[in-house]
């Protein structure tokens, strides 16, 4: 491309994240997020997949922690992370509102740790039933978030992704969907 189309291209993409960051400075980070205009063709459907399939996979980690240890879950959850993540989750929830409820703390974690948290012994019994109970949930779910991450990570970071990828991420998305729905 020559210099002066990706200067141009280059100052809009840049005006477009400086115009979603004042919205969240105004106030307005419950509004829908400005999808950048220039992502891919499907890009904004798969962007709001996977978020929802974050919020689903969230929701499934606050209720089995929830039933398993109840006042304690959030606490459990916490330990069950690595020192580094703690350490980050640490940082990110200074940002939470006081008086909070404790298990708001999934709503800091990223997509890529939930799984996590699932497969821990003394809860996952309970995701697993929550899965289906099939025997590959596992590996499925594992298969699944290595292929919706690095995609969330890349339209999160303002980066295109290719069609294939956001193609292979929306279909992961619609299998973990699905799986919740049926389990």
């Known amino acids: 491309m020559p210099y002066e189309a990706f200067v141009e291209q280059r100052r809009e993409r840049m005006a477009d994240v400086i115009r979603a960051a004042f919205r969240k400075l105004g106030g307005e980070e419950d509004a829908p997020p400005i999808t950048p205009p220039w992502f891919l063709p499907g890009a904004e459907v798969v962007w709001r ?3 929802e399939t974050e919020r689903a996979l969230r929701a499934l980690v606050r209720e089995v922690y ?3 240890f109840e006042a304690n879950g959030a606490a459990r959850i916490e330990a069950a992370l690595s020192a580094p993540e703690r350490e980050s989750l640490t940082r ?3 940002s939470r509102p006081a ?3 404790p298990m708001s703390v ?3 974690l990223y997509i890529g740790q939930l799984p996590r948290l699932l497969f821990a012994n003394e809860v996952w019994p309970d995701a697993k039933v929550r899965l289906g109970g099939a025997s590959d949930i596992k590996q499925r779910l594992n ?3 290595v292929q919706i991450t690095p995609v969330r990570n ?3 970071h303002v980066r295109e992704v290719s069609p294939d990828r956001l193609q292979k991420a929306n279909v992961a998305c619609v299998d973990v969907l699905t799986t919740l729905q049926n389990g």
Do not use: C, F, Q, T
């Open 66 to 68: 929830g039933k398993r």
């Open 106 to 108: 999934v709503d800091y």
């Open 154 to 156: 890349e339209i999160a």
């Open 99 to 101: 008086g909070s409820d």
């Open 92 to 94: 990110a929830l200074r």
């Open 49 to 51: 997949r996977i978020a």
């Open 143 to 145: 298969d699944a978030i």
